[in-house]
């Protein structure tokens, strides 16, 4: 397949901020990448170089810098994400870039109180001058609930709850909120700061123990699992569908990628866990036919890489970013 590149899409005013307008618009696709961007086995990233290959990816134009919430380490998971709290870490990335969007993918609501999250969350979008993106989900490792004393049996519940809370805290002045499991706000204090736009983007993760008509009413965009082609273009259908019964115009559909690109740019796709080895020319066949099906945003993940990653994101952003980037401002 030959790829053609988009149609440059003029970002305009958002009311979610740059870090989303960067990322998403509809019918196109862009591309971010997950920390850690290393190579490693086991579940512990040595973190090396991170700094210097996030500002390597914001040169190449890549959308977004994803980083993940693991609060715990869970040996029977074997995967520990970046190891240093998203908030943290991300607002150290915003310091040393400065047009790349940063999101995560994903904070576990239920585990932190909404104040402390709407605080942080906030706090980033504003210190990042708006590149902050939410991605947030209810959690799936199993030591996680019992160390925070939160009853896993009801995380569909509690994410509802957290979700609603956080919302109010970012979207209102002085909220009056009565929350079942985090407390009640009387409409006596207020958060601040508030997020840079007026409406912090907030991406729900999986199912999250809800339903996708909720997602679709609720959310501002949805980050789903990799899945083979045919069935990932089933998954974006629903999606739309369950947009359209909401009433809800564009909501992006994002979606993770395990890559291992391998030396032959033709070396077509092999399945690896969640992703494939594959080479650079069939690498952009993937994503387009992922864009042409209705994916927005697919953020890689390089932990399987058996190259160099510096060259990998070099290859990547010469020869593939171009083809799938959202026009400039």
């Known amino acids: 397949m030959t790829i053609i590149p988009s149609p440059a899409a003029r970002v305009g005013p958002s009311p979610f901020g740059r870090g989303y307008a960067s990322m998403f618009a509809p019918e196109q696709l862009t591309i971010g990448v997950y920390f850690p961007i290393e190579s490693f086995e086991g579940p512990e990233p040595a973190m090396h170089d991170q700094i210097e290959l996030?500002?390597?990816?914001?040169?190449?134009?890549?959308?977004?810098?994803?980083?993940?919430?693991?609060?715990?380490?869970?040996?029977?998971?074997?995967?520990?994400?970046?190891?240093?709290?998203?908030?943290?870490?991300?607002?150290?990335?915003?310091?040393?870039?400065?047009?790349?969007?940063?999101?995560?993918?994903?904070?576990?609501?239920?585990?932190?109180?909404?104040?402390?999250?709407?605080?942080?969350?906030?706090?980033?979008?504003?210190?990042?001058?708006?590149?902050?993106?939410?991605?947030?989900?209810?959690?799936?490792?199993?030591?996680?609930?019992?160390?925070?004393?939160?009853d896993a049996d009801l995380r569909g519940e509690l994410f509802r709850d957290a979700f609603d809370y956080v919302e109010a805290l970012l979207t209102k002045r002085f909220p009056v909120h009565a929350s079942a499991h985090y407390g009640r706000l009387t409409g006596g204090g207020d958060l601040m700061p508030k997020p840079f736009s007026p409406r912090l983007p907030i991406l729900v993760t999986g199912q999250s123990q809800q339903s996708l008509e909720w997602i679709a009413q609720r959310s501002d965009g949805w980050l789903t699992y990799p899945r083979d082609i045919g069935q990932q273009a089933q998954v974006a259908k629903r999606w739309r569908e369950a947009l359209d019964h909401a009433g809800a115009e564009f909501k992006p559909i994002a979606q993770s990628l395990y890559v291992d690109l391998a030396a032959d740019p033709d070396a077509p796709p092999r399945s690896i866990h969640l992703g494939y080895r594959v080479g650079l020319r069939r690498l952009a066949d993937l994503l387009d036919a992922l864009r042409s099906h209705g994916i927005n945003h697919v953020a890689l993940n390089l932990k399987f890489s058996k190259r160099p990653v510096a060259d990998v994101l070099d290859e990547i952003g010469t020869e593939v970013i171009p083809h799938f980037r959202i026009g400039p401002t």
């Open 54 to 150: 996030a500002q390597q990816a914001e040169r190449l134009g890549f959308a977004a810098l994803w980083a993940r919430d693991v609060p715990l380490n869970d040996p029977t998971f074997g995967d520990l994400g970046q190891i240093y709290d998203p908030f943290v870490w991300l607002a150290t990335i915003a310091a040393r870039t400065s047009t790349i969007a940063l999101a995560t993918g994903a904070v576990i609501l239920p585990l932190h109180h909404p104040i402390d999250v709407a605080k942080a969350a906030a706090s980033l979008d504003r210190l990042s001058g708006g590149r902050f993106v939410f991605g947030v989900a209810s959690g799936d490792r199993p030591v996680e609930y019992p160390a925070y004393r939160r």
